[in-house]
């Protein structure tokens, strides 16, 4: 194994910045792609995608994209929940990258949620 070089060392910091920052709730809204068999089947690759771009022009530091798992809604997919400080999960259902780029600026960056797409805020079904 090659010697690592402190550019190296600092590389790898950077790129750990935003797991460290995951653990210790340094962020201001979390965007989760549910990504199980069913989502990916559904289209939740492309929705990454698009929020990746989004996250990536916005120039935010204080939000974090992760994935996770099937959350139980298959007929429902692709689906997203944004988890804002302070505020109830809104859980958004049946979504496409066009939907997910509104969802990121009017809700993920703007705090307003977008109430035709979603399925639940908190614990309370919006149908």
């Avoid at 690759?45 to 994209?65: N, Q, Y």
């Avoid at 007929?75 to 400080?85: D, F, G, L, Q, R």
């Avoid at 990258?97 to 960056?109: L, S, T, Y």
Wanted: charged content about 25%.
């Amino acid at each position: 194994m090659a010697k690592l070089k402190v550019e190296d060392l600092k590389r790898i910091k950077e790129s750990m910045k935003g797991t460290v920052n995951l653990r210790q709730g340094d962020y201001r809204v979390k965007v989760t792609v549910h990504m199980g068999t069913c989502g990916i089947a559904a289209g939740a690759r492309k929705l990454m995608t698009a929020l990746l771009e989004k996250l990536e022009k916005s120039g935010a530091t204080d939000i974090i994209l992760t994935s996770s798992g099937c959350a139980g809604l298959c007929n429902h997919e692709p689906m997203i929940t944004v988890e804002a400080k302070d505020s109830a999960p809104v859980k958004y259902v049946k979504l496409d990258p066009d939907k997910v780029a509104r969802i990121f600026d009017e809700h993920v960056a703007g705090g307003h949620p977008v109430a035709e797409y979603a399925l639940s805020i908190g614990s309370e079904t919006t149908y």
